[in-house]
């Protein structure tokens, strides 16, 4: 039941930075919920000290910081600056351990900074993003270690379309080029792909890292050697996706094996092709 003064409002009205809608609306946001009434100038002035949107913003982190703490505001909100289409509620939950009521009081802070397209937190403009990625991220190695985590984190998803999203992206993001290709060679990974026509993706992972897809996912079918049926149907799948790799004899070699596997006799005698 506080207002600003007339001084107050002329102070705010006539800095060139308040014609921006989003500058203006911050402003308020940092005086409505963190300014002491009695500091209410001082506050107006040091927000008002920003040069820019950007340095706007580092206030406003610092300012969360000293309200949430800094290693909390700086995991939750580096781990969704690093991830590559958001993270729900349950997932930064469990990507951090953090306190559900705590982390809702932090998301609601944020809320006109924040969007939640299918559920998932990301950032709704880039300057938030861009005060993250300088005051969390901008360690090389902090941020390759937030993308690792993610990238183990997703390895492990049940959901395969979030894995398939997630996974190789941060392996990718983080350099791993190893590990970029053995979940790549993931079978599961490559049925999802392929049913859900996102196989162009994979093309651009392997391309990235320079690895052979042929000897990878070889190593990968090995596995199921001993269920023919199954090692059929996933040898067809990667048959066919390394014909659009243009690697015509691995592919050709694959696609004989099947062959081979489908004429063979199965349960009273029928072919095992049947069973494909």
Known sequence: RKSLGQRQLENIAKDPKASSPLFLRTLLEELRIAADFDLLSET???????????????????????????????????FIAASRRGLSEPELIELTHAERTKLSVLLLALDYHLMKPDGRYTFFHDYLRRAVQRRYLANPLIERERHRKLALFFGKHTMMARRFEEEPWQWNACGDKRKLAECLANLDLLAYAVDNRQD?????????????????????????????????????????????????????????????????????????????
Do not use: N
């Open 44 to 78: 107006i002035e040091h927000y008002l000290g920003a040069s820019d949107l950007d340095e706007l913003f580092q206030f406003v982190l610092e300012r969360m910081e000293s309200d949430y703490g800094a290693d909390f505001v700086s995991s939750i909100l580096g």
């Open 200 to 276: 162009h993706e994979l093309l651009q992972y392997w391309s990235a890292s320079g690895q052979s897809a042929e000897e990878h996912y070889k190593a990968s079918l090995e596995a199921l050697e001993v269920q023919p049926v199954e090692y059929a149907k996933a040898a067809l799948r990667v048959s066919e996706f390394l014909t659009t790799r243009s690697e015509y004899a691995a592919a050709e070699s694959l696609a004989s094996e099947v062959l081979t596997i489908c004429e063979r006799p199965g349960v009273e005698g029928a072919p095992l092709g049947e069973a494909l």
